[in-house]
């Protein structure tokens, strides 16, 4: 069975494999994560891998499938995503592996952008403008859902840091402008501010 955020590939008549932690597109502030689940096979389990390391298994003592096997490994965590790649083989050089991702990320993007809130302008278009950065690094930036280009600002304190600038159009009214920020863990800042367009005053002076 392939689960949602896993990936999966196994020869015909491989073992089957039950994988309880982590779960796919797991988040955790943890610098490991603890593998483990149970696998069996007709022909009987001759090795298990985590990330290309040998794993210990043992018998689970099943009554209904004497073949069948647990695993448990401790596996040390990098910031920002970390894929868990495990492969079972049986006795008969048949094996499946199961890949999924673990990301550690202790903070959201953090934005800082104009126009500021409640800004009131006359001008046709608008620009926006400003920086995002994380511990991570940042994958996205969006502006009322449209994707925009970002760059590094070069900020010797800050090398995540990036800038980006997009205009958009305005009608008469209020308008409000939605700004996001995405880090490579999929964490998600969103900010909205609303301004407000009007017609130039076009009244002589007396």
Not at 22 to 41: F, L
Not at 155 to 184: C, K
């Amino acid at each position: 069975e392939v689960v949602w955020g896993g990936e999966r590939d196994m020869d015909i008549g491989s073992p089957s494999l039950a994988v309880v932690s982590p779960m796919p597109e797991e988040y955790t502030e943890a610098s490991s994560v603890v593998v483990s689940g149970t696998t069996t096979d007709e022909d009987g389990i001759a090795s298990i891998t985590v990330n290309e390391n040998d794993t210990d298994f043992a018998s689970t003592e099943n009554p209904n499938d004497a073949n069948e096997v647990y695993y448990s490994t401790e596996v040390p965590l990098a910031a920002g995503p970390n894929t868990i790649t495990i492969t079972v083989t049986d006795n008969l050089g048949k094996s499946i592996t199961d890949a999924r991702s673990v990301y550690v990320d202790n903070e959201y993007p953090t934005l800082s952008w104009e126009p500021a809130e409640g800004t009131t302008t006359v001008e046709e278009t608008l620009a926006v403008r400003g920086t995002a950065t994380d511990d991570n690094s940042i994958t996205s930036i969006t502006v009322n859902g449209n994707e925009v280009e970002f760059l590094p600002t070069d900020n010797p304190d800050d090398p995540n840091e990036v800038e980006f600038s997009a205009e958009i159009t305005l009608t008469e009214g209020s308008l409000q402008i939605e700004v996001s920020a995405t880090d490579n863990c999929k964490l998600v800042t969103s900010e909205t501010r609303t301004i407000t367009k009007i017609e130039p005053d076009t009244t002589p002076p007396v």
